[in-house]
């Protein structure tokens, strides 16, 4: 027994001894693969900007940490070289020295110097580790934005790509038959 669902609107042969229904079932295919390699690639895209997002995150926090830890062991080496400054102060003093005039002054403010300078080397490397950190994290969004823009793009190339198979399968159709005239009415 033939169902009516199952004969091609065309030719009224089942679907599957009919040469148009192959067709139809193949552009079908055709348009549903590109639907899912589409719902695929735009998917891939949101997952790579998410992870990139989350790394330029923890790049911004390590940037912030490196510029505290640089702070912190800025004060640290600033407190060890006041100790050791006062030590020499100490020493000029006990020896009878005058620590403000002549060669202790200089030598003195030449010690201060380089502490100084010790410090702000300190600093300084910090914040390069911020400042490299933060490049980072900017990186990191940049490809985000861009794994997304490509995630787009591939989606929206695989939905063209497959409509393209799917009216070429189906333009590619046999031309119908036309049954030759035999006179009177159908």
Known sequence: MRWRGFLCPRCHRGL?????????????????????????????????????????????????????????????????????????????????????????????????????LDVARVRHGGAAAAYGLGLEASIQRRQGQQARRAGFLSSTSAILTGVSSATSIYGSRPPEQVPPYRGGYD
């Not at 949101?46 to 997002?53: E, V």
């Open 16 to 116: 599957l001894a009919c040469t148009c229904g192959y067709l139809i079932a193949g552009a079908v295919a055709a348009i549903l693969s590109a639907a899912v390699t589409a719902y695929s690639s735009y998917q891939q895209g949101q997952a790579a900007s998410q992870a990139a997002r989350y790394n330029a995150r923890v790049a911004e926090q390590q940037a912030e940490s490196a510029r505290q830890a640089a702070g912190a062991d800025a004060e640290t080496r600033r407190r060890q070289l006041d100790r050791v400054l006062g030590a020499q102060r100490a020493r000029y003093g006990a020896s009878g020295v005058i620590p403000s005039e002549g060669s202790p002054l200089l030598v003195m403010m030449e010690s201060e110097e380089e502490a100084a």
